[in-house]
C-alpha cells in the first residue's frame, strides 16, 4: 500500500457504515420526489417529509424491494416482518427530530462480500430516511429539506479491514454492486453514498481497542486519508502509553487531520421504539424469492467468468467492478467477432484512456460495442495497424463506422512485402549512416528506420513486417 504503513507491532480494526441514497421516484415515506439534486432549496417538500402534525408516513415498496435485493445479494437473511423504529436524536436538519429507521430487525442481518480471497462480513443492512442540508455562513446557517425523507440504506460492516486502502476498495466495490443491482447510482459527489468509519488501533495479538467514529466522509479519498490521519493520531497515544478516549469525530479535508465533534453516544443514548405510526408488515417469502430470482450476474460471479475466458486476473476484476465497462465488454464480447483479452486490452487502455482524457463516460459518447468490436477486429486480422486503430478511435465516440473510414480513407494496412521492399531500400540509400550502425551491432538505430517506412506508408506498413524486411537487406539476424 503506497504511502501509508502501520508501525511495526500495531494493527488497526476498521469497520464502515456505508448510506446509500436509493434510486427511487418517491421519497422513503412520502410522495415527493426522491431526485433532489439540482432542484431549488426546499422545493420538494411535503407534510410529511416537513414532520407536520397528523401527516402519516407511508413506506415505499420500492425501497423495501431494493433492500431485499442487496440483502439477498450479500447473503444476509431477511426477516419475515418489515418493522421501522424511531431514533430518537437532535437533527437540526431533519423537522421531526427523529429519525425513522429499523433497529433489531434490519432488512438483512449478517452477510458477506467477497474480497479477494477472503470476505468482509456484513453485520446487518437496514432502510431509513435521511435527514436534510445545512448550509453553514458565516452569520447564520440555512437549512434545505429536499433531501430530507429521501430512502437510505445504511450497511454496516464487521471490523474486518485492515488499513485505509483496503476501506477505500471496499466501498468502491459497494458502489460497483449497488449499481449492478440498478439500486442507486452511489456517486459521492452528490451525496448519494456516504461513509462513517469506526477504527481502533492495538499492538498485536491484544484484544480490539477502543473505537473512534470519522463521520459524513464524502468521497473515497477523504475515507482513505481520515483513516490515514486517525490510526496515526491513534498509534502515538498507544505509543505513549496513554488510552484512546472513544469520541465521534469529524474531518478536516484542508488540513487532513480529524478533530472532535462530541463524545460518542451509546445505543440507549437513542431510545429507539417501535414507529407506532408504522405497524409490522409481513414480507411474503413468494416475494423474497422472486426477487432472488430476478437479481443480475454480480460482480464477482462476472470476475469468475472472465477469468474463465483467459483474461489476465487484473482485467477480470477492473471489467467486473466498473458496471458501464462490463456491460460494454458483454455486448462486444456476444458479437464473437474479436479474442476477449483482444477486447479487454482494447476497453481498459486504449478507449478508457481517451475518455479519460476527454473527462467523458462512455455513456455520454456514441460508440457501439459492434462499431468496437470490428475495429478491434480489423486490427486483429492485420487489416490496419496498431496506429490506424487508435487514430480512428476518436471517430468511433462520434458514431463514425470504422469500415467505412478505413474504405473511404485508404488506411488498411501494406502487407504487399514486394511494395514495403522498395520503400526500405530507398529509405537504407536515404539513411546510410543508421543501415551502417545497425550493420555495426547498434541495433537502436533500427528504430529510425522503421520511423522513416512507416512515415513514407503513412502510418499503414505493419512494424513487425518493416523490421524484418530491414533486419534481410542489412544482412543482420
Given at each position: 500500500?503506497?504511502?501509508?504503513?502501520?508501525?511495526?507491532?500495531?494493527?488497526?480494526?476498521?469497520?464502515?457504515?456505508?448510506?446509500?441514497?436509493?434510486?427511487?421516484?418517491?421519497?422513503?415515506?412520502?410522495?415527493?420526489?426522491?431526485?433532489y439534486?439540482?432542484?431549488?432549496?426546499?422545493?420538494?417538500?411535503?407534510?410529511?417529509?416537513?414532520?407536520?402534525?397528523?401527516?402519516?408516513?407511508?413506506?415505499?415498496?420500492?425501497?423495501?424491494?431494493?433492500?431485499?435485493?442487496?440483502?439477498?445479494a450479500?447473503?444476509?437473511?431477511?426477516?419475515?416482518?418489515?418493522?421501522?423504529?424511531?431514533?430518537?436524536?437532535?437533527?437540526?436538519?431533519?423537522?421531526?427530530?427523529?429519525?425513522?429507521?429499523?433497529y433489531?430487525?434490519?432488512?438483512?442481518l449478517?452477510?458477506?462480500?467477497?474480497?479477494?480471497?477472503?470476505?468482509?462480513?456484513?453485520?446487518?443492512?437496514?432502510?431509513?430516511?435521511?435527514?436534510?442540508k445545512?448550509?453553514?455562513?458565516?452569520?447564520?446557517?440555512?437549512?434545505?429539506?429536499?433531501?430530507a425523507?429521501?430512502?437510505?440504506?445504511?450497511?454496516?460492516?464487521?471490523?474486518?479491514?485492515?488499513?485505509p486502502?483496503?476501506?477505500?476498495?471496499?466501498?468502491?466495490?459497494?458502489?460497483?454492486?449497488?449499481?449492478?443491482?440498478?439500486?442507486?447510482?452511489?456517486?459521492?459527489?452528490?451525496?448519494?453514498?456516504?461513509?462513517?468509519?469506526?477504527?481502533?488501533?492495538?499492538?498485536k495479538?491484544e484484544?480490539?481497542?477502543?473505537?473512534?467514529?470519522?463521520?459524513?466522509?464524502?468521497?473515497?479519498k477523504?475515507?482513505?486519508?481520515?483513516?490515514?490521519?486517525?490510526?496515526?493520531?491513534?498509534?502515538?497515544?498507544?505509543?505513549?502509553?496513554?488510552?484512546?478516549?472513544?469520541?465521534?469525530?469529524?474531518?478536516?479535508?484542508?488540513?487532513?487531520?480529524?478533530?472532535?465533534?462530541?463524545?460518542?453516544?451509546?445505543?440507549?443514548?437513542?431510545?429507539?421504539?417501535?414507529?407506532?405510526?408504522?405497524?409490522?408488515?409481513?414480507?411474503?417469502?413468494?416475494?423474497?424469492?422472486?426477487?432472488?430470482r430476478?437479481?443480475?450476474?454480480?460482480?464477482?460471479?462476472?470476475?469468475?467468468?472472465?477469468?474463465?475466458?483467459?483474461?489476465?486476473?487484473?482485467?477480470?476484476e477492473?471489467?467486473?467492478?466498473?458496471?458501464?465497462?462490463?456491460?460494454?465488454?458483454?455486448?462486444?464480447?456476444?458479437?464473437?467477432?474479436?479474442?476477449?483479452?483482444?477486447?479487454?486490452?482494447?476497453?481498459?487502455?486504449?478507449?478508457?484512456?481517451?475518455?479519460?482524457?476527454?473527462?467523458?463516460?462512455?455513456?455520454?459518447?456514441?460508440?457501439?460495442?459492434?462499431?468496437?468490436?470490428?475495429?478491434?477486429?480489423?486490427?486483429?486480422?492485420?487489416?490496419?495497424?496498431?496506429?490506424?486503430?487508435?487514430?480512428?478511435?476518436?471517430?468511433?465516440?462520434?458514431?463514425?463506422?470504422?469500415?467505412?473510414?478505413?474504405?473511404?480513407?485508404?488506411?488498411?494496412?501494406?502487407?504487399?512485402?514486394?511494395?514495403?521492399e522498395?520503400?526500405?531500400?530507398?529509405?537504407?540509400?536515404?539513411?546510410?549512416?543508421?543501415?551502417?550502425?545497425?550493420?555495426?551491432?547498434?541495433?537502436?538505430?533500427?528504430?529510425?528506420?522503421?520511423?522513416?517506412?512507416?512515415?513514407?506508408?503513412?502510418?499503414?506498413?505493419k512494424?513487425?513486417?518493416?523490421?524484418?524486411?530491414?533486419?534481410?537487406?542489412?544482412?543482420?539476424?
Amino acid at each position: 500500500m503506497a504511502g501509508f504503513f502501520l508501525p511495526e507491532g500495531f494493527e488497526a480494526a476498521i469497520g464502515l457504515e456505508v448510506h446509500l441514497h436509493l434510486r427511487t421516484e418517491t421519497k422513503m415515506f412520502c410522495a415527493c420526489r426522491a431526485d433532489y439534486f439540482g432542484s431549488p432549496p426546499n422545493a420538494q417538500t411535503c407534510p410529511v417529509c416537513l414532520g407536520l402534525p397528523g401527516s402519516l408516513p407511508v413506506p415505499n415498496k420500492r425501497a423495501v424491494e431494493y433492500g431485499l435485493r442487496l440483502a439477498l445479494a450479500l447473503q444476509s437473511k431477511v426477516p419475515e416482518r418489515l418493522l421501522f423504529h424511531r431514533k430518537n436524536y437532535f437533527y437540526p436538519d431533519l423537522p421531526k427530530n427523529y429519525q425513522i429507521t429499523q433497529y433489531d430487525l434490519p432488512i438483512g442481518l449478517g452477510g458477506r462480500l467477497p474480497f479477494g480471497e477472503r470476505a468482509i462480513r456484513i453485520r446487518r443492512l437496514h432502510l431509513e430516511e435521511d435527514a436534510g442540508k445545512s448550509l453553514h455562513l458565516e452569520d447564520r446557517t440555512l437549512l434545505d429539506l429536499n433531501r430530507a425523507g429521501s430512502p437510505l440504506i445504511e450497511l454496516v460492516t464487521e471490523p474486518d479491514l485492515k488499513n485505509p486502502e483496503e476501506a477505500r476498495l471496499f466501498l468502491q466495490r459497494i458502489q460497483a454492486l449497488v449499481q449492478t443491482l440498478g439500486l442507486s447510482e452511489a456517486t459521492p459527489e452528490e451525496g448519494k453514498l456516504r461513509a462513517d468509519v469506526n477504527v481502533s488501533v492495538r499492538r498485536k495479538g491484544e484484544a480490539l481497542g477502543t473505537k473512534v467514529e470519522i463521520k459524513n466522509l464524502n468521497s473515497f479519498k477523504s475515507v482513505q486519508r481520515a483513516l490515514e490521519y486517525e490510526i496515526r493520531r491513534q498509534t502515538e497515544i498507544l505509543r505513549r502509553n496513554e488510552r484512546v478516549r472513544p469520541a465521534t469525530m469529524a474531518f478536516d479535508e484542508g488540513s487532513g487531520k480529524t478533530f472532535p465533534m462530541r463524545t460518542k453516544e451509546e445505543e440507549a443514548d437513542y431510545r429507539y421504539f417501535p414507529e407506532p405510526d408504522l405497524p409490522p408488515v409481513p414480507i411474503p417469502r413468494a416475494w423474497v424469492e422472486e426477487v432472488r430470482r430476478g437479481l443480475p450476474e454480480l460482480p464477482w460471479e462476472k470476475e469468475a467468468r472472465y477469468l474463465a475466458l483467459g483474461l489476465k486476473p487484473k482485467d477480470a476484476e477492473v471489467l467486473a467492478y466498473t458496471p458501464s465497462l462490463a456491460w460494454f465488454y458483454d455486448q462486444a464480447l456476444a458479437l464473437g467477432e474479436a479474442s476477449p483479452q483482444a477486447l479487454a486490452n482494447w476497453l481498459l487502455a486504449d478507449l478508457s484512456g481517451l475518455l479519460n482524457d476527454r473527462g467523458i463516460s462512455l455513456e455520454k459518447t456514441r460508440i457501439t460495442p459492434s462499431a468496437f468490436t470490428r475495429l478491434v477486429q480489423l486490427f486483429e486480422r492485420g487489416e490496419i495497424t496498431s496506429r490506424t486503430a487508435k487514430d480512428l478511435l476518436p471517430e468511433l465516440l462520434l458514431g463514425e463506422d470504422p469500415e467505412k473510414l478505413v474504405e473511404e480513407r485508404g488506411l488498411k494496412a501494406v502487407t504487399d512485402e514486394g511494395a514495403l521492399e522498395r520503400v526500405v531500400q530507398e529509405v537504407i540509400q536515404a539513411m546510410p549512416e543508421a543501415a551502417k550502425s545497425v550493420q555495426e551491432g547498434k541495433l537502436k538505430a533500427m528504430d529510425a528506420l522503421v520511423g522513416q517506412v512507416m512515415r513514407k506508408t503513412q502510418g499503414q506498413a505493419k512494424p513487425d513486417l518493416v523490421r524484418a524486411l530491414l533486419r534481410k537487406a542489412l544482412g543482420v539476424g
